[in-house]
């Protein structure tokens, strides 16, 4: 998990844990940061870098999917060829 910092004002900073070890963690902890930045919990900037890290997060995930459907593709070619 990450930490997320914001500052509301120089004294105080919200810790905030967001998970983002599997897709849906990661799809509810983006959510999670829509109603943060509606709440003014977060501001702008804050708002913008962690969801384009989001964005990049779950952009590796589909890659790591369609990797592990790739390879089993390739496996059932290869059972198929086996048995010609």
């Not at 963690?25 to 708002?47: C, H, P, Q, V, Y």
């Not at 913008?48 to 964005?55: K, L, P, V």
């Amino acid at each position: 998990m990450s930490d997320l910092r914001s500052t509301e004002s120089q004294d105080r900073q919200i810790r905030t844990r967001l998970a983002l070890k599997t897709p849906e963690s990661a799809a509810n902890t983006l959510s999670r940061l829509l109603r943060m930045r509606i709440n003014k919990e977060i501001d702008g900037t804050m708002f913008r870098d962690m969801t384009y890290g989001m964005n990049v997060l779950l952009s590796y995930f589909k890659h790591m999917a369609d990797m592990r459907i790739e390879e089993r593709i390739e496996a059932i070619e290869n059972a198929l060829e086996v048995k010609r």
